[in-house]
Nanobody
Framework: QVPLVESGGGSVEAGGSLSLSCAPS?????LAWFRQAPGESREGVAS????????VLTDSVKGRFTVSEDHSTNTMYLQMNSLKPEDTATYYC??????????????????WGQGTQVTVSS
């Protein structure tokens, strides 16, 4: 069983929008999105606690990305608007236990999704 099921991603032009989803099959409520571009280190994008309605966003995506939840399916969504070429990366969903909820540090997460590609062309 896949612990984190990701979907979404794709290719858009700059200024466009994409949505990613992450559905955990494990009992973890603290989730996050990370991204990694070729040759770059993994970067925390957003963190969210299922049921909280609150998220933490890294500065570079504030005002453009939002996190939401489908309570009926415990699915977290990352809505990405006004995309820029520098948003191009593989995006990963990750999960941790409650002691590290809200963290954007990758070493705090022990369960990772398979990754989904987001490509933004200029």
């Amino acid at each position: 069983q896949v612990p984190l099921v990701e979907s979404g991603g794709g290719s858009v032009e700059a200024g466009g929008s994409l949505s990613l989803s992450c559905a955990p099959s494990v009992d973890r409520k603290c989730l996050a999105w990370f991204r990694q571009a070729p040759g770059e280190s993994r970067e925390g994008v957003a963190s969210y606690a299922l049921g909280s309605g609150s998220s933490v966003l890294t500065d570079s995506v504030k005002g453009r990305f939002t996190v939401s939840e489908d309570h009926s399916t415990n699915t977290m969504y990352l809505q990405m608007n006004s995309l820029k070429p520098e948003d191009t990366a593989t995006y990963y969903c990750a999960a941790t236990d409650g002691s590290d909820c809200w963290s954007l540090a990758s070493d705090r997460y022990d369960i990772w999704g398979q990754g989904t590609q987001v490509t933004v062309s200029s």
